[in-house]
Structure formats: structure tokens, C-alpha cells
T-cell receptor, first 116, second 113 residues
Framework: GAVVSQHPSWVICKSGTSVKIECRSL??????MFWYRQFPKQSLMLMAT?????????EQGVEKDKFLINHASLTLSTLTVTSAHPEDSSFYIC????????????FGDGTRLSIL | KNQVEQSPQSLIILEGKNCTLQ??????????LRWYKQDTGRGPVSLTI?????NTKSNGRYTATLDADTKQSSLHITASQLSDSASYIC????????????FGTGTRLKVLA
């Protein structure tokens, strides 16, 4: 069964709206979670690394004020797309690392975000 | 620059046939290499993981090989099924404290009846 749950799976909203996406590790504690964005027919692109109890580390070119990440507990990280615009429409995927195993990544099923 | 390149970009085969997908990488220092299957609209699911010392790893009809000297990996799918239609992504992990994962662009496989 799924070990990483992502919610919601699909969001359609108006331009200017802020959207929050949740990523939960279901049966392990994840000190580190990763947020990716994937455009059609392209591979995943890492946006930021979310660390429990500390600030997220953003990849070059990713606006931290635009994509707010909160990792307040060992099982939950949230990504908030603030004042979303049509160009933010994409497939957002989170993953979590199980510290009990050797560098694994368990991926969520993604969130399809469509901004009108 | 750390890069992972996959070929072909897309592939169409008939059900029951075998196929091989390629992955070349320039990631250094190398930690491990994973193959993922990603169905449309879903998150990637791990198929195999190989470390530097492993040459081959099987998972049912999926067999991955790794040549760390030439920095090449392949994923062989035997007796393909319609459900194998998906994107297959090669992901290489660099040895570092941040556990950086470098993603390939993927191969889109379509299996036809």
C-alpha cells in the first residue's frame, strides 16, 4: 500500500488563489521530504528539500516566497502555492525519505494543479 | 555537471515482446541508481535499486543492469504486458550529505495489443 499520501490529487482554482498541498508519510517518520514539479512529458524537477523543524532548502530559480514549505511534524510537509497564476499549473509530487532504509524515496501520487 | 540521459525518449512495442531501455549518467561521486515506473497522473514507483558493486537486479519481469565503469544502466522488460505502458525514469543518487537525486528525462513506453 501507499506509504506516502498526497492531498489533494487535483485542484482547479482561479488565478490569484493560494493553494495548499499536503504530503504525509503514513508508516514512518520522515525527517526529510522533497517537493518536485513535473511538466507534461518532462521528468521531475526538484523544487525544494523540506527538513522537519527547520527552513526548507530551495533549488536555484525557485521562489521561496511563492512556494511556501512547512514541515512542522515528522509525518507532514505542506507546499503552499501563493497567489497562483496559470503558469504555476503543473503536476506537483512530494517524496519522503525513510531513515530506516538506505536512501529510499517513496513518492506520493502527485497533485494536478490547474490555475484558470 | 551531474546529468542522467535516457534513451529512447519513447518506444512502442507489441504485447509479449521484450524491450531494453538505456540510461547513461555522469553523476559523481556515485551512490546508487534506481529505476522507477511512473503511470500517467501518478507518482513514480521504485522498480530496482543498485549500488556501485551490483551488476544486475531483478524484480519480476524487470531486470536492471549496471556498469559502473562505463556509467551505463539498462532496464530490460520481458514479455511485456499492456500494463507496462508508462514512463520509466532512471534516477541516480550522488554521494552527499543532502542525498541529491538526479532524474533522467524518462522513456515513455507504449505496449500495444
Amino acid at each position: 500500500g501507499a506509504v506516502v499520501s498526497q492531498h489533494p490529487s487535483w485542484v482547479i482554482c482561479k488565478s490569484g488563489t493560494s493553494v495548499k498541498i499536503e504530503c504525509r508519510s503514513l508508516d514512518f517518520q520522515a525527517t526529510t521530504m522533497f517537493w518536485y514539479r513535473q511538466f507534461p512529458k518532462q521528468s521531475l524537477m526538484l523544487m525544494a528539500t523540506s527538513n522537519e523543524g527547520s527552513k526548507a532548502t530551495y533549488e536555484q530559480g525557485v521562489e521561496k516566497d511563492k512556494f511556501l514549505i512547512n514541515h512542522a511534524s515528522l509525518t507532514l510537509s505542506t507546499l503552499t502555492v501563493t497567489s497562483a497564476h496559470p503558469e504555476d499549473s503543473s503536476f506537483y509530487i512530494c517524496s519522503a525519505r525513510d531513515p530506516q532504509l538506505s536512501q529510499p524515496q517513496h513518492f506520493g501520487d502527485g497533485t494536478r494543479l490547474s490555475i484558470l | 555537471k551531474n546529468q542522467v540521459e535516457q534513451s529512447p525518449q519513447s518506444l512502442i512495442i507489441l504485447e509479449g515482446k521484450n524491450c531494453t531501455l538505456q540510461c547513461n549518467y555522469t553523476v559523481s561521486p556515485f551512490s546508487n541508481l534506481r529505476w522507477y515506473k511512473q503511470d500517467t497522473g501518478r507518482g513514480p514507483v521504485s522498480l530496482t535499486i543498485m549500488t556501485f558493486s551490483e551488476n544486475t537486479k531483478s524484480n519480476g519481469r524487470y531486470t536492471a543492469t549496471l556498469d559502473a565503469d562505463t556509467k551505463q544502466s539498462s532496464l530490460h522488460i520481458t514479455a511485456s504486458q499492456l500494463s507496462d505502458s508508462a514512463s520509466y525514469i532512471c534516477v541516480v543518487s550522488a554521494q552527499s550529505g543532502t542525498y541529491k537525486y538526479i532524474f533522467g528525462t524518462g522513456t515513455r513506453l507504449k505496449v500495444l495489443a
